[in-house]
């Protein structure tokens, strides 16, 4: 029960980096990729009716874990209370600047405004990076599973590099998303960048998976993480065949596939812990040590499951429903 | 402190939320026939102004969600079974449903149906209520505890989930929020309504806003002092008597207390200064018997008092605004009747300059629930004291608190600004 309790949290999370993921992702890229007012105001328009929605899903997963692993969520948010409320601040921020930029008809007003949204995307995908960076990487905890670092602390190389990572893909994740939703000669130009980052995605991927080796060595090995690290591979190929295809529904699928394996490849390596202890191998906030008494866990975990189908089944529906290219006019 | 403050800022947003919501479903229900179009611009109009809200209240309430973790670390880890409960089922049962369908009815009417398009409205108003129940039954649990159990290590586990969502305190308090920010809502429609008319400006819809709004400004008014304002005192009587005392300012315990309409609490001295009573009302209502004894603040130790002050305006202003609503709008109710309220220019003058109060009065009634219950956060079973948490220091804490504020001030001002204008508008036929 608890190990499912954990996998529920760790599929929510998936889904809303896959959602969150590429509005934050066109976000960041809006200025290399929007050459004029017309195809800004068309990238704003792809996301417009479904990224607070997708933020909703960070809220949830929030909310859950809350209910699942209540020691985990007051360690955690406690623990790294001023990251957190820099993130909080950033996801604050952005829907602000959503939202000003349309409200005055001024070019300097909606460059401010746009460059405003890009870099708190931009640090919102490396803060959340850098957090997974950190977990996979081991925090000094104190005896009752309280992170007892400083701010300094996390930014290691490691997170670092992760979190460079995270905006990589993530920004990919973005183009192919936004790719099925505008036509035209802007949706080629969408493609082509696409392709070019590619490349550098796929050597990061490497990277990261190299130096992650190189902080876990042997507590690697013995984790069920190889097969599906096999999965992201193939993920990662399809995205690049059908970019080039212009599949661009199937390409979105591939990224989502690629993001969601890594993020289960993070999952299964610091699994059983939500927090593991630095230096690894010896312990951290478990999911044992986190979870509430036993009816609380079961009644959370049966209500989320419930609920989470009929929000999936909505969501779908909706989303098919409105799903339907912009145009935009050269 | 933060918290107090993010939270009443917070609250603003839902309130309106929570209020406009049935409007905006009550209008776009009237347009999907295709005959009704000033019903359709109507529609349109609240929508906007409901999504300003609705955006506001995501974006402040996100951090409330995870303040539960970051400012009270030993609360959220000694109650979280039980306190995570409602806030997971707030989370997925009400967030996605409000906000997947505020999508679909603010851009997808060219997408669905009209009928399905009603319907998103709908869903809209039940998202933001159920999210309203989720919350508040998380608050009385916090002010009643039921349904849990004390595990061996400490920490609290919860032994039953529909006892804590269907609690009659939790019932009593969703309905009695629920009657506020409809309150709110009315007057909101109302004051606009009210602003139009007397500005001779798009002043067939003007009309229709001041009736409806009126309409449901009265009968939640109403409802607000019975039976829901009722029930809650009841449930405060029962549980928290020491509440209860603050709230009225009875310092000390008699049989056939009085009721204070007004009057200053001195708490050096414990008394009121300068009071107006009615005798023997305080037992009657508290108890249905004129001699029944109440409880007064000295029958409680000074460790287990709340601040009797904010206690005890908050709540007066709350009754006290209330009496005002439920005047102005009987007044305006009788007007209506007759036909002359659309000309009665200092009626709609009240009508429109009354429009902030609704928050106030919700304010103030928060402030009553929350600050009569210190020194508990759980009644009874866990202090406020001990709920913070241990690992951040206060200078983080001020840092945070001081951003909170530069960052609540832009967007206040934001809104208000988007607001004005959409209201300043006005509701233009739909494109």
């Known amino acids: 029960m608890t190990v499912a309790a954990f996998a529920l949290v760790a599929c929510m999370l998936t889904v809303y980096v896959m959602l969150d993921g590429y509005d934050l992702g066109i976000a960041t890229s809006l200025s290399a990729v929007a050459r004029n007012e017309r195809e800004r105001a068309a990238a704003i328009r792809a996301i417009g009716p479904f990224w607070n929605g997708n933020e909703v899903w960070l809220i949830a997963t929030g909310a859950v874990l809350f209910a699942l692993f209540p020691k985990a969520y007051a360690s955690a948010f406690s623990g790294f209370y001023l990251p957190f409320i820099v993130v909080l601040w950033l996801l604050m921020f952005r829907g602000i600047a959503m939202e000003l930029r349309g409200h005055f008809d001024s070019v300097l007003w909606r460059e401010f405004w746009d460059a405003a949204f890009s870099a708190s995307s931009a640090l919102l995908l490396a803060l959340f990076g850098i957090a997974l960076g950190n977990l996979l990487r081991g925090l000094p905890l104190d005896a009752h599973g309280y992170f007892m670092g400083t701010l300094a602390y996390l930014l290691n190389g490691y997170a670092l590099l992760v979190g460079i990572f995270a905006v990589l893909v993530l920004v990919q994740h973005g183009l192919a998303f936004l790719s099925l939703r505008v036509d035209g000669a802007f949706s080629q130009r969408v493609r082509g960048l696409a392709s070019h980052l590619w490349w550098v995605s796929a050597g990061g991927y490497v990277a990261v998976t190299a130096a992650t080796f190189a902080v876990r060595g042997s507590t690697l090995a013995l984790s069920p993480v190889a097969p599906v690290a096999l999965l992201s591979i193939v993920a990662l190929l399809l995205l690049r065949r059908w970019i080039l295809r212009e599949r661009d529904v199937a390409a979105f699928l591939a990224s989502c596939a690629f993001v969601s394996t890594l993020l289960a490849e993070a999952a299964a390596t610091i699994f059983p812990y939500l927090l593991p202890a630095r230096p690894l191998g010896h312990g951290g906030l478990s999911i044992y040590d986190a979870q509430p008494n036993p009816i609380a866990l079961v009644t959370a975990f049966v209500t989320t499951i419930a609920g989470l189908t009929v929000v999936v089944a909505y969501s779908a529906f909706v989303a098919r429903r409105m799903m339907e290219r912009i145009r935009v006019d050269d | ?431």
């Open chain 2, 1 to 431: 402190m933060q918290f107090a403050f993010t939270v009443m800022f917070h609250y603003l947003f839902p309130i309106a939320t929570m209020g406009l919501a049935p409007f905006v479903a009550w209008y776009t229900y009237k347009a999907a026939g295709g005959r009704d179009e000033e019903a359709q611009r109507a529609a349109r109009f609240w929508m906007k102004i409901f999504a300003i809200n609705f955006a506001a209240g995501v974006v402040t309430g996100i951090p409330m969600e995870f303040q539960f973790g970051t400012n009270w670390a030993a609360f959220a880890a000694r109650t979280g079974a039980v306190v995570g409960q409602p806030l997971a089922l707030e989370g997925v049962y009400a967030f996605f449903l409000e906000s997947v369908f505020l999508g679909v009815l603010f851009y997808g009417r060219r997408f669905v149906g009209a009928r399905l398009h009603a319907l998103s409205a709908v869903l809209v108003c039940l998202g933001a209520w159920l999210s309203g129940y989720f919350i508040v039954c998380t608050d009385a649990w916090m002010q009643h505890p039921v349904g849990y159990t004390i595990v061996p290590d400490g920490r609290i586990g919860l032994t039953n989930l529909g006892a804590v969502l269907l609690s009659r305190f939790a019932l009593w308090q969703v309905a009695h929020v629920l009657t506020g920010a409809l309150i709110s809502g009315g007057f909101i429609v109302a004051g606009v309504g009210a602003y139009y008319l007397l500005a001779h400006r798009n002043e067939a819809l003007g009309r229709r806003f001041v009736r409806d709004g009126t309409i449901v400004g009265l009968l939640f008014s109403l409802i607000a002092i019975f039976p829901t304002g009722d029930g809650n005192g009841a449930d405060v009587t029962r549980w928290q008597p020491a509440k209860l005392a603050a709230m009225e300012g009875l310092f000390t315990s008699q049989a056939g207390a009085p009721l204070a309409i007004i009057g200053m609490p001195d708490v050096k001295q414990q008394r009121l200064v300068d009071p107006i009573y009615v005798p023997r009302l305080l037992s009657y209502l508290a108890y249905g018997n004129w001699k029944a004894n109440v409880r007064g603040i000295d029958a409680y130790p000074s460790a287990l008092r709340p601040p009797i002050e904010l206690t005890y305006y908050a709540y007066h202003i709350m009754v006290g605004l209330g009496t005002i609503f439920v005047a102005v709008c009987a007044l305006g109710g009788v007007l209506l009747v007759s036909g002359k309220l659309y000309g009665a220019r200092p009626v709609l003058w009240a009508l429109m300059l009354l429009m902030p109060f609704p928050y106030i009065a919700n304010e103030a009634g928060w402030i009553v629930t929350e600050v009569g219950r210190q020194p508990w956060i759980v009644y009874g079973v866990m202090r406020t004291s001990a709920a913070a948490s241990a690992t951040v220091p206060a200078g983080e804490a001020l840092f945070t608190l001081l951003g909170f504020a530069g960052m609540y001030f832009v967007l206040g001002v934001l809104v208000l600004h988007l607001m004005l204008r959409e209201i300043g508008k006005g509701p233009v036929s739909a494109p």
